[in-house]
């Protein structure tokens, strides 16, 4: 998502709660086994056929069998096909209504992304209607192109490990991070947002898929292609404007990997309540390119020109700037994942 200018803040983690329980933990050790001992758990898998050129589809096929030997004893299992952009959404939240325990992202980060968007519903977390302790969790099964979000966690692009992971049930907390406009709607992220250059390689690398996880570089390389860079003020913790002179990329991760494995943000932890934002200054692309190796290793933050920051923060362009491109991000602590 390509933003010219942002403020980020961090709000208090519990500003939001999937649970219709506001005011509880959520269960960290539930067991799909265990658990048909009260109830047979509702999983709900939202399933991205076109993901990384058609071969989620191919993958999920193999992999339906399996799934349901291993966990159809315990678990219902609703298997449910996005047919275009944005249905993953409004599947989530139909699934979350109807009372999943869990809805389990099957692609990349592009469905992973959607599924996380599907949790709230004009800016609220989406709740089971007249019920007072229910809560759905996240799970995901990586089968996309670049899965930069499970690397977080150390997660393969092994969908038989994610089925185990999703039998063990275990819930852990974990953050999202919100960006909102002047009009305030609010876009949710998972992993890592970015503006200007990062973001329009972004663009540029779902036209290259075919090129597995290349796709990434070719797109910066493409987007380096009548870029500018420009100059920006930044307010970090309230204190004074500061010019960034030339900044080529702003990202703010919540977790540490994007591009296919760059560990753009490599000191992000998605459970800390923090964003960490790292800023990269008049990069050419022949730079990107002799640097490459540090970005996909986290070393780029020792770079002159790349600056790091945990905090709060604040972003303007310097000069005249359109208002409509003002967005604000701050990070909330809303629901569980299965780990």
Known sequence: MALGMAAVAMAKPSSFS???????????????????????????????????????????????????????????????????????????????????????????????????????????????????????????????TGSD???????KNDPYEAIERIARGFRSRIDVGVITGTNGNQHFFINVADIHLSAKAGYFASKYKRFGNLCYVIGALRAFIGHNNQDLKIKFNGGEWEVFQKITAICI???????????????????????????????????????????????????ETVHSKRSLIQFSEKGNFPSCFIVSACCINPFAILL
């Open 18 to 144: 999937i649970s219709a329980d506001r005011s509880s933990s959520l269960d960290l050790s539930s067991d799909c086994a265990t658990s048909n001992a009260r109830s047979m758990r509702n999983l709900v898998f939202v399933v991205n056929p076109r993901g990384a050129n058609g071969r989620t589809g191919k993958e999920w096929k193999k992999l339906l069998p399996y799934l349901t030997t291993r966990l159809g004893n315990h678990c219902n299992i609703c298997e449910s096909i996005t047919s275009g952009p944005s249905h993953a959404e409004d599947l989530t939240r139909e699934a979350i209504r109807d009372g999943a325990d869990a809805v389990i992202a099957v692609g990349g980060d592009g469905t992973l992304h959607e599924v996380v968007n599907g949790f709230f519903s004009e800016g609220h977390p989406v709740e089971l209607e007249h019920q007072s302790r229910h809560s759905t969790a996240l799970g995901l099964i990586p089968l996309g």
């Open 149 to 155: 979000f499970a690397r977080t966690f150390g997660w």
């Open 253 to 303: 991760g919540n977790a540490k990997f994007f591009g296919g494995g760059m560990k753009i943000t490599p000191t992000a932890d998605p459970s800390s309540g923090e964003l960490e934002v790292v800023i990269l200054q008049d990069f050419k692309w022949y730079d990107f390119v002799f640097k490459l190796h540090k970005l996909y290793r986290g070393s780029h933050l020792s770079e």
